[in-house]
């Protein structure tokens, strides 16, 4: 059974500094893994999704990164800006159209 | 980006009723799509998974006659919530796949408040 870890659970950060969230997979026969963000009561939102086959997406200041042999994701946010504060959460679906897999979250706080 | 949408953004009924909400892919078609509960700092529940044209496929927990699921098109999806109660409060999300793409698009969520 596929399990999402992420660490750390809370980071908190001042503004304009880069920072790294960390999602772990337990099972690397995923068929791709997705980055999301969530403001408080909202849904999500998504930020990045990298194919099983790729080793990296980048959209603005973000950048995602996947290692499927050591399962392991990391999230980079250049800049951080307290707009960015939000929880963010990665997810696999272990392939084609099955549920989401989903780590609990990193909560971040940038702060001005 | 694609976009979904989600009908009612908030809703609040008696108990004993029941709310119908709708989750629809604006500029996408979804074969799959997901409905989700969260309380409040929590994290999301996957209560079940909607193929178009056929029967929801419902997590261990989730009353398949409590909580009645329609695909009916590649572009919406509705969720009953039958005779409600005030437990039932919650914010639901609904998610889509998109076909071509493989991403998985959220709603902005319902919140449901049962009195």
């Known amino acids: 059974k596929q399990e999402v870890t992420q660490i750390p659970a809370a980071l908190s950060v001042p503004e304009g500094e880069n920072l790294v969230l960390n999602c772990s997979f337990t099972?690397?026969?995923?068929?791709?893994l997705q980055w999301f963000r969530q403001d408080p009561g909202k849904g999500l939102t998504s930020l990045l999704l990298?194919?099983?086959?790729?080793r990296e997406q980048t959209s603005g200041r973000l950048n995602a990164s996947l290692d499927k042999s050591s399962g392991r994701s990391t999230l980079y946010i250049a800049a951080s800006q307290p707009g960015d504060s939000a929880t963010y959460l990665c997810?696999?679906?272990?392939?084609?159209?099955?549920?989401?897999?989903f780590g609990k979250g990193t909560r971040l706080s940038v702060i001005a | 980006g694609a976009v979904v949408s989600q009908h009612p953004s908030r809703v609040i009924c008696k108990s004993g009723t029941s709310v119908k909400i709708e989750c629809r892919s604006l500029?996408?078609?979804?074969?799959?799509m997901f409905w989700y509960r969260q309380f409040p700092k929590k994290s999301l529940m996957l209560m079940a998974t909607?193929?178009?044209?056929?029967?929801?496929?419902?997590e261990q927990g989730v009353e398949k006659d409590k909580f009645l699921i329609n695909h009916a098109s590649l572009t919406l999806s509705t969720l009953t919530v039958t005779s409600a109660h005030p437990e039932d409060s919650s914010f639901y999300i609904c998610?889509?796949?998109?076909?071509?793409?493989?991403?998985?698009?959220f709603g902005p969520g319902t919140r449901l408040t049962v009195l």
């Open positions: 500029d996408f078609q979804a074969t799959t």
């Open positions: 997810a696999v679906p272990p392939w084609g159209n099955t549920p989401l897999v």
């Open positions: 099972d690397s026969a995923i068929y791709n």
């Open positions: 998610s889509a796949r998109d076909r071509n793409t493989d991403t998985q698009y």
């Open positions: 909607s193929n178009e044209g056929s029967k929801a496929t419902y």
């Open positions: 990298i194919q099983s086959s790729q």
